[in-house]
């Protein structure tokens, strides 16, 4: 077959005129595209699913510089500033001219001679010089070179503080513990994710290919694992671990475990997917060619399907950021000085705390944020891997 070239000022990437749609490309060259360029021609229709691409990115991005984006450690404290208030920052100060400039204004703290209570309040009178890569505390970039240069931070390290989300109950930054947080909540979950995969895939594979006795055998022992209750097991294996492994040692361990229950979903989504392609010709052409089992699924059966494979890992991720998210906040998951976003949102626990510092509970919005994001991601993978879906 000859490939119809596209006329001169086509875009390449359609193989049509700029601006054109995938309805609109011609016949011939979208006969010769490969299943990835369809699959991102249906995909960039979808502009929720863009936007969580981007969001997530981001998300990832802020996990693998947290230190580099962090004005602090996510530990470091000063009692002075309990709840004190978020701050704004300012580029230019209008009042003695066009001074310009970051900086943030500074508190002014006033005891209630009955409840004791300290109540801050910003004092416009006082200047708190912020700069961006400034020096902070030191930290391993990578885990390879040690440096203390932050994004943003207080000019004077050693001066006033900068809360740009306020403080929790120990003068502690909250912008910095919930970038902190990110790193943990967007990748404690993933080798459980990975894990549940490759069990999914190649027990869903094996029954869906070879069927018979191997197929009732492993779907009896899927049976199995899907009538166990997940929240009973978790009690009993945070209450089995051993004491002295670290906290994040611990969790990490329980989801490893857990996700040897949580393929079977995936397993039997696998197994519909093997029984229908097992009868079709290319699969009965690779047998007369010669090619064995392990070739035959991994080679020529799921190739078929990765992208919905994809997808599906994508929608799994947020389930289990949810999971950590729920559980740390219960006290069965995570616990400090480990720092996600269900061990911030401890501190929102009580009504009388959220009444005088609300910024608590921005860990709950970046929750929201990221499962939204993978959700919608998730969504626009799924609907571009669909080849009969319009």
Known sequence: MTQQLPPAGADQATGGVAGTTVEDVEPATVSVASQWRLMWWRFRKHKLALGGLVVTALLYFVAVFADFLAPYDSGRLDPEYTYAPPQSLHV???????DWGLYVHGYTAEQDPETLEIRFAVDESTKVPVELFTRGPSYRLFGLFETNI?????ADPDGPPMYLLGADRLGRDQ????????????????????????????????SGYLGGRV????????????????????????AAVPTD??????????????SFVAWTSLARE????????????????????????????????????????????????PAMILAETALSFLGLGLQPPVVSWGVL????QQIRVISTAPWLLLPGLAVVIAVLSLNFLGDGLRDAADPYRR
């Open 92 to 98: 230019v100060d209008t009042s003695e001219g066009w």
């Open 150 to 154: 932050h994004l943003i931070g207080p």
């Open 345 to 348: 949102l401890q501190e929102a």
């Open 215 to 238: 197929d009732t055998v492993i779907q009896r022992m899927v049976e199995f694992f899907m009538s166990l209750p997940t929240l009973p097991l978790w009690l009993g294996l945070a």
């Open 245 to 258: 492994w670290g906290p994040l040692t611990r969790y990490f361990m329980i989801t490893v475990v857990l």
């Open 270 to 317: 696998v197994r519909g997917r093997f029984l229908s392609l097992r009868e079709e010709d290319f699969v009965m052409a690779a047998r007369l060619d010669g090619a064995g089992r392990r070739a035959i699924i991994f080679g020529h059966m799921l190739p078929s399907f990765t992208s919905h494979l994809i997808a599906t890992l994508t929608l799994a991720i």
């Open 175 to 206: 912008l910095s513990r919930i970038i902190h947080g990110t790193r943990v909540s967007m990748s404690v979950g993933l080798v459980g994710v990975a894990i549940a995969f490759v069990l999914g895939i190649t027990l869903g594979g094996v």
